[in-house]
C-alpha cells in the first residue's frame, strides 16, 4: 500500500510537514481519544447506517447554517463557509467510510 500512497504524494507531504504534525494535530488526536473511540465503536456495531446518518447530521448541519444565514460572531463572516470547510470533508470521509462498510458486507 505504501507504494500506492505515495503516488499520491502523501508520504513526502507528511514528512515535510513532520513537526507541524507532531506538535499540532497529534496532542488533539490524544486529547479527544477518550470521547471519540466509544463514539466510533459504537458506529461500528450498528454498521454502513450510522455512518450515512452522521454524513446526513454533519451536511444538515452545514445545510442549515446558510439557510438561516448565521453569522459569525466578532468576524461577521457566513458561518457556513468557516464551518463548512470542516463539516463538508467530514460529511464526505463518513459516507466514505459507510459506503466502504457496505461493500465489506458483500
Known amino acids: 500500500m505504501l507504494p500506492s500512497i505515495e503516488a499520491t504524494g502523501a508520504l513526502s507531504l507528511v514528512g515535510s510537514?513532520?513537526?507541524?504534525?507532531?506538535?499540532?494535530?497529534?496532542?488533539?488526536l490524544i486529547e479527544a481519544a477518550p470521547l471519540v473511540l466509544p463514539v466510533v465503536a459504537g458506529a461500528l456495531e450498528i454498521g454502513p447506517p450510522a455512518f450515512f446518518a452522521?454524513?446526513?447530521g454533519l451536511a444538515g448541519a452545514d445545510y442549515a447554517l446558510f439557510a438561516n444565514n448565521v453569522q459569525?460572531?466578532?468576524?461577521?463572516?457566513?458561518?457556513?463557509?468557516?464551518?463548512?470547510?470542516?463539516?463538508?470533508?467530514?460529511?464526505?470521509v463518513t459516507g466514505g467510510l459507510g459506503v466502504f462498510l457496505a461493500g465489506l458486507k458483500k
Not at 507532531?22 to 496532542?27: E, H, L, T
Not at 460572531?73 to 460529511?91: H, Q, R, T
Open 54 to 56: 452522521a454524513s446526513a
Open 72 to 92: 459569525v460572531p466578532f468576524v461577521g463572516l457566513p458561518a457556513g463557509v468557516l464551518v463548512g470547510a470542516l463539516l463538508v470533508p467530514l460529511s464526505v
Open 17 to 28: 510537514n513532520q513537526q507541524l504534525l507532531v506538535n499540532g494535530i497529534a496532542p488533539l
